[in-house]
């Protein structure tokens, strides 16, 4: 357990390059490790951390093409603590949160009664297909990834489940370069998916996947 606790310390830490999550990550990490027990640890600390140092306003800009008013529905995978979750509420975005841990769930549904926070595990999702507009997700697959590219597989998989032909991911991730196409989101068929750096984190870029 102390092994996976290390890699949950490391792998949402900001201020350590992507290359040295990597060197510490270990196959002992399970789901279990992103559960209430961590969430229960992180919330006593803060309740609010951006990962990767990736605000939610400063990503939108560096998006193009995609729709993310109303009607869009879009899903937020893995949303944590982040600050994403109060800013997307303050632009009125019509926005499914998810996250694995039932404690943070009922945490934020403290905090914003009046928003879509459902608990949710990103390998086995609860939704219909083709039911949204765009997936974003910022983290999730890399912690996920830490428990073995075949579990990531199938993450990426059920994002491209639910997404309408036509619709987008938005993937922040530790793994990403130009030319590349990270180590799981070449799993599905995507009809296009663009590399977009994002000068304003030390560890992260996003890629743009077009279902």
Known sequence: ???????????????WPSKLIVAFATQNCTADDWGDKYWEWELERSQEHEWYGQNWETLVKHIPDISL???SRILHVGCGT???????????????????????VS??????????????????????SDVFDVVVEKGTLDAVFLAGLALAEVAVKELFRVLHPGGSLVSVTGYAGPNQEGPFLGAVAWSSQTFLPLPTSST????????
């Open 107 to 128: 945490k934020l549904r403290q905090r914003f009664p009046s928003l879509d926070i459902q608990v949710a595990d990103v390998t086995s999702l609860q939704f219909e």
């Open 69 to 71: 008013a109303p009607p």
């Open 1 to 15: 357990m102390l092994r996976s606790w290390l890699c949950v310390a490391l792998a949402f830490s900001s201020s």
């Open 204 to 211: 992260a870029d996003a890629y743009l996947c077009t279902k």
């Open 82 to 104: 982040s600050p994403w979750v109060s800013s997307m509420a303050s632009q009125g975005i019509n926005v499914t949160h998810i996250d694995i841990s039932p404690a943070l």
